[in-house]
């Protein structure tokens, strides 16, 4: 890839984005827990999600808000996703709780009891207004 097409602007919204997305799931679940959702991102094509990967890996958010991130990127190029929010079969003192995008990553599934499912956005619309706080 060139460096040109690894700072395109779209790719560069993308990141943009994801940076915003991810304070805000982080002050958002703090305050709504699991109620908690991001803004859908502005439509720049499935190729410029690079930037927002980028971002994702840099900022290391927890599993919960990196898939809140995912779930609203996916849910505005049109593959609507729950969030799964899973422990391990062998409870709590095995390993912490897990969440992830429904159908992303497939090994959590089998090793973890799903405990909750976060649907996705319900629509462009409804979300445009979210960027405020809280």
């Known amino acids: 890839m060139s460096r040109t097409q690894r700072f ?3 790719v560069l919204a993308a990141a943009l ?3 915003v997305a991810v304070r ?3 002050r ?3 305050s709504k827990g ?3 959702r991001v803004p859908l991102p502005p439509r720049l094509g499935p190729g410029a999600f690079r930037g ?4 994702l890996r840099r900022y ?3 599993c919960l808000e990196r898939a809140l991130v995912e779930q609203a990127w996916l849910a505005a190029n049109g593959s609507r996703r729950d969030v799964v929010i ?3 079969e062998g409870g709590l003192q095995e390993a912490p709780a897990h969440a992830w995008v429904d159908g992303n990553n497939p090994s959590p599934a089998g090793r973890y009891l799903e405990l909750h499912r976060l649907p996705p956005p319900s629509g462009r619309r409804a979300h445009l207004g979210r960027w405020s706080r809280g």
């Open 34 to 36: 699991v109620q908690a």
């Open 28 to 30: 958002r679940l703090r």
């Open 52 to 55: 927002a990967q980028a971002v």
């Open 8 to 10: 395109s602007p779209r």
């Open 86 to 88: 899973g422990v391990p």
């Open 24 to 26: 805000l799931a982080r």
């Open 60 to 62: 290391s958010p927890t």
């Open 17 to 19: 984005w994801a940076a």
